[in-house]
């Protein structure tokens, strides 16, 4: 099974940035789809990035386009979110998460494997 270990995350002003970063090991696949998603207690989950280890390809919610970017380094088997133009309504708990496939952007219905999460606050 998937292990998944974030880094990253913390407090930041409204305009600024943060980077999250995802570490996995243990996937018997070759390829894979890593993404992010954000959750509050007691809320459901709210995809934002994933991205496809095999061929890069990338999918994100409305509402980040333009100013999150996510990436990875197969070498590492790291996924990076970099997280721009941040905005209070973008706190929250940030969990990386991997599936088998992105199964064209809606991976957060076939999650194998979740890591603890990091909170990001964004203060205006």
């Known amino acids: 099974q998937v292990q998944l270990v974030e880094s990253g995350g913390g407090s930041a002003q409204a305009g600024g940035s943060l980077r999250l970063s995802c570490a996995g090991s243990?996937?018997?696949?070759?390829?894979?789809?890593m993404g992010w998603f954000r959750q509050a207690p007691g809320k459901e989950r709210k995809a934002v990035a994933a991205?496809?280890?095999?061929?890069?390809?990338?999918y994100y919610t409305d509402s980040v386009k333009g100013r999150f970017t996510i990436a990875r380094d197969n070498g590492k088997n790291t996924v990076y979110l970099q997280m721009n133009s941040l905005k209070p309504e973008d706190s929250d708990m940030y969990y990386c998460?991997?599936?088998?496939?992105?199964?064209?952007?809606?991976?957060?219905?076939?999650?194998?494997?979740w890591g603890q999460g990091t909170l990001v606050t964004v203060s205006s």
């Open positions: 991205i496809y280890t095999g061929d890069g390809r990338t």
């Open positions: 998460a991997a599936a088998f496939g992105c199964y064209g952007g809606n991976w957060l219905g076939h999650l194998d494997a």
């Open positions: 243990g996937s018997k696949y070759t390829s894979y789809c």
